[in-house]
């Protein structure tokens, strides 16, 4: 470890130190913690690095304005400056005005990021993704296919397959989960942990809720911190199992976890157990992160969602 090295270890090494123990801190659920970290790593070396992780932890508890003003800042110390930098700052902030229900601010940064860097598949995904939320899906598929025929990502596969759902073109949806299907499986094998979450996706939306259920335990004993805990409440809503979905939910919001989604599921549950004044609370809370979390188009939304 470079506290213990022989030779001193260069500032900008522990900061990235820092850091990275304010990423195991996150990723376990610490937030307080990760975040003291990443302070303290920022206070050695105030690199965009650091930058970039407080920024997702400000979009995670609820701070989108901060976030994109710390965005905005590691792009402006980055010396470098290299054209993929910019374009992941302009993806990343476009994922923050999708998260608050901002569609237009969102889909003209995904539009910059692939100007900035062209050819990257998952700018180009959320691109198509905005087509399909603003009605135009048969360009979005068009885009999906022209993404897939390239890449093969499984991610793209699933987005194509609920679009195809939510059109109610049941053969076609199957037909492109089967595919995606398959992909996770071998991923599973070859990564588990790497591949938990967007199976988790995979199966609530298009394949098996009992695996799914199963899936999102394995992603929550993996990384316990939000995304894997609301991704467990909806596993659990899909299951019946609401009771258990709103204990964990509920437990999240002790946290200062703050996402759309997570009170969209806890709304669900609260339905489910027949608590009416919980679910419109919970409604409530939730459009207030984002006034489009219920919106009817939300079914095609696949990046950026959770």
């Not at 899936?215 to 899909?238: E, H």
């Amino acid at each position: 470890m470079p506290d213990h090295s022989a030779i001193p270890a260069s500032v900008d090494d522990r900061a990235e130190v820092l850091a990275l123990r304010g990423d195991i801190a996150f990723y376990g659920g610490r937030y307080g913690e990760a975040i003291g970290l990443y302070r303290d790593a920022r206070r050695l070396a105030d690199g965009p690095g650091t930058l970039f992780r407080i920024a997702q932890w400000q979009k995670k508890t609820g701070q989108p304005d901060a976030a994109l003003a710390s965005f905005a800042r590691a792009a402006q110390i980055n010396t470098g400056r290299t054209a993929q930098f910019i374009a992941n700052v302009l993806l990343q902030s476009g994922v923050i005005e999708l998260e608050r229900g901002n569609w237009p601010a969102a889909e003209q940064l995904f539009a910059s990021a692939d100007a900035r860097f062209p050819g990257y598949w998952l700018t180009e995904a959320h691109g198509a993704q905005m087509l399909a939320l603003r009605g135009d899906l048969k360009g979005a598929e068009r885009r999906y296919l022209a993404i897939i025929a390239r890449t093969r990502q499984p991610n793209v596969i699933d987005a194509l397959a609920a679009l195809y759902r939510a059109q109610g073109n049941a053969p076609a949806s199957r037909h492109w989960a089967a595919i995606s299907g398959a992909i996770w499986a071998r991923r599973l094998q070859q990564l588990p942990e790497a591949a938990y979450a967007h199976a988790v996706d995979h199966e609530l939306v298009l394949g098996d809720p009992a695996r799914a259920l199963d899936l999102a335990r394995r992603n929550m004993a993996a990384r316990p911190y939000g995304d894997s805990a609301t991704l467990l409440g909806w596993a659990l809503l899909a299951n019946g199992r609401a009771a258990e979905a709103r204990a964990t939910l509920d437990a999240l919001n002790r946290t200062p976890w703050r996402t759309a989604q997570q009170f969209v599921a806890l709304a669900e549950a609260d339905a489910m157990l027949g608590d009416s004044a919980g679910s419109d609370a919970a409604r409530a809370a939730a459009l207030q992160i984002n006034p489009r979390a219920l919106d009817p188009a939300v079914p095609m939304l696949w990046f950026g969602h959770h």
